[in-house]
């Protein structure tokens, strides 16, 4: 079997026909419901115009049978039209997706996934209460009116596939969160890890007060050096001064020098 790519288009062969889907027919008294609503429908409707031609007094009585013939006609062609197409109504419960085909002459068929289903009713008029039967309405998210309007199924069978339906729509939300919730997990644990960036940077702006006392050791290490400078110019002008006395004692010599001179001549003149 060769792997589909999700991307690459697929042969005819491989197409799903829901032409050659086998679906289940609705109840066999729905035919006979629809017909008889009608019928109910096509009477109102007769009842209303002779009593309206009663009224005015102003038709001649064949014109009146005229449009009572009339009116019946259509509405036996309307009552025999409908009660064929009752008999062509199919629905068909597949995995992921509900399918109901109807339609005499022009064939509808409707397909509604179960990611797509968010509500499901049942409604019955008084005539098919008398049946016993039921309409199943779907509505898709984003649709007001009802995507499938599938009527004639028994209340029982209506009221288990509506609840089916609903489980497997919630089935197929919770299969589509779950991506969701992985996605929302993964950028909370990437959050997660954002703060040992920061703890990185504090570790950064921890080492720079380092920084701050090699500096501040170099500033300490700068008071010894000039006390040696100071020791060095205490040195200096005592150099100074003894350069400055070195005179003073020469002087003093010669003078000394000079006394023994003269002591030395006044003896020799003795």
């Excluded at 009552?79 to 085909?101: C, D, F, P, Q, T």
Aim: with cysteine.
């Amino acid at each position: 079997m060769t792997k589909i790519d999700d991307k690459s288009q697929l042969e005819p062969t491989q197409w799903q026909p829901y032409n050659a889907l086998t679906l289940t027919p609705v109840d066999k008294r729905y035919p006979i419901q629809a017909a008889l609503q009608i019928s109910i429908i096509v009477l109102i409707i007769l009842t209303a115009i002779m009593v309206l031609m009663n009224i005015q007094h102003t038709q001649p009585l064949a014109d009146i049978l005229i449009a009572i013939t009339a009116i019946t006609s259509i509405g036996t062609l309307w009552i025999s039209l409908k009660y064929l197409a009752a008999k062509k109504v199919y629905y068909g419960v597949l995995k992921h997706e509900l399918v109901m085909r109807k339609g005499l002459w022009w064939v509808k068929t409707t397909t509604l996934p179960f990611s797509r289903l968010q509500h499901v009713s049942l409604s019955q008029n008084p005539i098919q209460r008398q049946f016993s039967l039921a309409t199943l309405k779907c509505f898709s998210a984003g649709s007001g009116a009802a995507e499938i309007n599938l009527p004639g199924l028994k209340f029982e069978t209506a009221e288990h596939l509506r609840q089916h339906l609903l489980h497997r729509a919630t089935s197929h939300q919770q299969d589509k969160s779950i991506p969701e919730q992985v996605k929302t997990e993964l950028q909370s644990d990437s959050t997660m890890i954002k703060p040992d960036k920061t703890e990185l940077q504090t570790d950064n702006t921890e080492i720079e007060p380092d920084k701050t006392e090699l500096q501040t050791d170099n500033t300490e290490i700068e008071p010894v050096n000039t006390e040696h400078l100071q020791v060095e110019q205490q040195f200096i002008p005592s150099a100074h001064q003894t350069s400055a006395e070195q005179p003073v004692i020469s002087h003093q010599t010669t003078q000394s020098a000079t006394a023994e001179n003269k002591l030395k001549s006044e003896k020799q003149d003795d």
